[in-house]
């Protein structure tokens, strides 16, 4: 996977659902990887490891588990097709302990008869917790495919269901 053109920092964070892998450039954050990801990425051989390059990005996901913080504010680079980013902006649209099936956020996006592509791009998001993949769900309020395991996606609405206008159970 070639991130990009200019070099790429790596750090780890343990976090509560694992140790996630986080890398990114100068600019922007590029990745962050579940250790239980069926697509687990590792670092490649041209990255430099530097866990302090991300004292921000860890900052926010620290308060962020500790229920302290609902928007993230960091920079983003989204190297998908023009629809994946399109599907991935529209993540990000998504408040925090609420939940949207695929089929709405085809149509938010304006495609509503793209409910499949939809699906496929959530799965490919580089970027989730930051980008709320998780708060996707299926149309009859099942947890559907989650890249880091149903487990974590579990946890995560869990953990944000304080912020919900209307907690559901899940």
Known sequence: MNIASSPITYGYYDSPVGRLLVAGDADTLHLISFPTDRYHKQPLADWHRDDGFFADTFEQLEAYFAGKLENFDLPLRFAGTEFQNAVWAGLCTI?????????????RIGRPKAVRAV???NGANPLPIVVPCHRVIGA???????????EVKKFLLEHEVKWSPQPRLL
């Open 95 to 107: 408040p925090i302990g609420e939940t949207i099936s695929y089929g709405t956020l085809a149509t």
């Open 119 to 121: 699906g496929a791009a």
């Open 140 to 150: 009859d309020n099942s947890l559907t495919g989650f890249g880091g395991g149903l």
